[in-house]
């Protein structure tokens, strides 16, 4: 089709020209990057006219065949006339992908494996935040609904706590350990929970044991596994949640002070008592920097590959 249109153009503008002749035709082309508003309403003579019509058929030929191509985009005539080059800036702006959790708002624009990279343990955390508490409600909503579970049991919980409410949960975890732990040693650890309180937020990772019970009675022959299945699938939620967070620019760590914290936590914001907390997700502005970390070798100690191809 492409083809037939160009040759078909080609004909018609042949034609006009013979029928115009010594006749002054007007053209009201798309000017190049160097011509001057004059030049676009001269009258050009017959030998440059035809030519003109040659290259004005042959632009809405090429225009037609990227439409029928399937090509969306709202380009210009101007930019199908002139492509830009390679290495301008209309040609890399969008040549490495980004990893956005919340698009168009995220603080930091990086691959999907630099967020990885770049997830670290942060404990020097502060209360600002460089989104919105809903954006950071969608960030949770978004692992719960799209973090994978085995035989999709969906049985991961999340309580995300912000501002004042995490603050309270810092309290009671003080609050519980003030009388497990030795006078002489409280101190430090006020210290150390007064530097998870200083966070902006935190996320309560939660399994319930109904719908892993539910896989047990229906299928029996894989009922012992789906205790640790289940740990794995909160596991991947934390993981998941915890580089989101650090891709929109906070910094966090990983907390574990359940079982003691547990019926604090229940009683206070209503949770069902036979829900497991797992973990809790400390998140924040970065205060401070990880420390470097120390890497053991990995091919042929941690990674095994079989069956590569060159």
């Known amino acids: 089709m492409p083809a037939r249109s160009l040759l078909t153009g080609l004909i018609a503008g042949l034609f006009l020209a013979l029928l115009l002749q010594q006749v002054v035709v007007p053209t009201t082309h798309l000017p190049d990057h160097d011509s001057s508003p004059e030049a676009v309403e001269s009258p050009l003579p017959l030998s440059e006219s035809m030519a003109q019509v040659v290259k004005n058929t042959l632009r809405a030929a090429r225009g037609r065949a990227w439409v029928a191509g399937g ?3 709202a380009v210009s005539l101007q930019h199908l006339a002139q492509p830009s080059l390679p290495n301008s800036p209309a040609s890399t702006s969008s040549s490495k992908a980004s ?3 919340t698009q168009h708002t995220m603080s930091n ?3 999907f494996f630099e967020a990885i990279k770049d997830r670290r343990t942060i ?3 502060n209360k600002e935040s460089p989104i919105s508490d809903k954006q950071i409600t969608d960030i949770a909503e978004k692992a719960l609904l799209h973090v994978p579970s085995s035989f999709n049991s969906q049985s991961t919980r999340l309580v995300v706590l912000l501002n004042k409410e995490h603050e309270q949960f810092w309290d009671f975890v003080l609050e519980v350990l003030k009388p497990l732990t030795p006078e002489d040693q409280f101190s430090k650890t006020e210290q150390k929970i007064g530097g998870f309180k200083a966070g902006y937020g935190t996320i309560l ?3 319930d044991p109904e ?3 539910n896989l047990r009675k229906a299928f029996p022959l894989y009922a012992h596994h789906f205790g640790d299945w289940s740990e794995h699938t909160n596991a991947m939620h934390q993981y998941a949640l915890w580089v989101a967070l650090e891709a929109e620019g906070f910094g966090a760590n990983l907390q574990h002070y359940n079982p003691i914290i547990d019926q604090k936590a229940a009683q206070h914001w209503d949770i069902p008592l036979q829900w497991k907390l797992r973990a809790q997700l400390v998140f924040g502005g970065r205060a401070g920097e990880a420390g470097e970390k120390q890497f053991q070798q990995v091919q042929g100690k ?3 590959v079989h069956g590569a191809k060159e």
């Open 71 to 73: 090509y969306k985009s």
């Open 205 to 207: 990772s939660y399994e």
């Open 99 to 101: 990893f956005s959790t």
């Open 302 to 304: 941690r990674l095994f």
């Open 211 to 213: 719908p892993v019970e």
């Open 109 to 111: 624009s990086k691959t």
């Open 123 to 125: 404990y020097q955390l």
